[in-house]
């Protein structure tokens, strides 16, 4: 699995767009990124999965570029409930023996 | 929303006790997993499941055991918990290629 490095925490502020980018230089060509949110005391909840280029739904945009040897994560309008951790992951989801490793991930703060 | 539930939620006990930390999922998944995790520190998969009857450790090793004689039950039990074991455990599971659902956790206490 391609190893991937993240910040280890951000600060911002409500209303604020949060960009957080992810390393992952040696992804393989069947990896997908994808990123997960975690609160205190819960359990990961999965926000958003792509290839490459641009993905976004109603909570978050993913922006990769063309050699997919990073990734940004964009919250737009954060608020407080958004201060969390944020993972990114990297595999090949289509592979039966794909199992996620979780790394440090970022802990987002946002302050009023 | 998945529905992934684990019980307890959370668990005090003693040295020495046999527990089983209960996991389950009413989407027909096949894979199921359970990670650890210290707060504020990172998951690790301590056990995994492609299906029924099929078990494996994880990257980080562990003096639990699992069974998965059910596709929808994958318990985890430790023989005798000591306070090294105190920890937060997370229950997931998912079908290949797809997304990981995880539970809602069950925090563990060993004193």
């Known amino acids: 699995l391609a190893k991937t490095t993240q910040p280890i925490s951000m600060d911002s502020y409500e209303g604020q767009e949060v960009n957080i980018t992810c390393s992952h230089n040696?992804?393989?060509?069947?990896?997908?990124i994808t990123w997960y949110q975690q609160f205190p005391s819960q359990g990961p909840r999965f926000i958003i999965q792509?290839?490459?280029t641009k993905v976004t739904n109603e909570v978050a945009s993913l922006f990769i570029p063309a050699d997919r040897k990073s990734s940004t994560l964009s919250l737009p309008r954060v608020s407080l409930s958004d201060t969390a951790v944020y993972y990114c992951l990297v595999g090949d989801t289509q592979d039966s023996s794909y199992k996620l490793i979780f790394g440090s991930g970022t802990r987002l703060l946002v302050r009023p | 929303e998945a529905d992934i539930y684990q019980t307890p939620r959370y668990l005090v006990i003693g040295t020495g006790k046999k527990i089983t930390l209960e996991c389950s999922q009413t989407m027909g998944h096949d894979k199921m997993y359970w990670y650890q995790q210290d707060p504020g520190m990172e998951l690790h998969l301590i056990h995994y499941s492609y299906g029924v009857n099929s078990t494996e450790k994880g990257d980080l090793s562990s003096e639990s055991t699992v069974s998965r004689i059910r596709t929808e039950h994958f318990p985890l039990t430790l023989e005798s918990a000591r306070p090294s074991h105190t920890s937060q455990y997370l229950c997931a599971s998912s079908v290949p290629g797809d997304t990981q659902y995880f539970g809602p956790g069950t925090r563990l206490t060993v004193l």
């Open positions: 040696n992804i393989a060509t069947n990896d997908y």
């Open positions: 792509g290839y490459k």
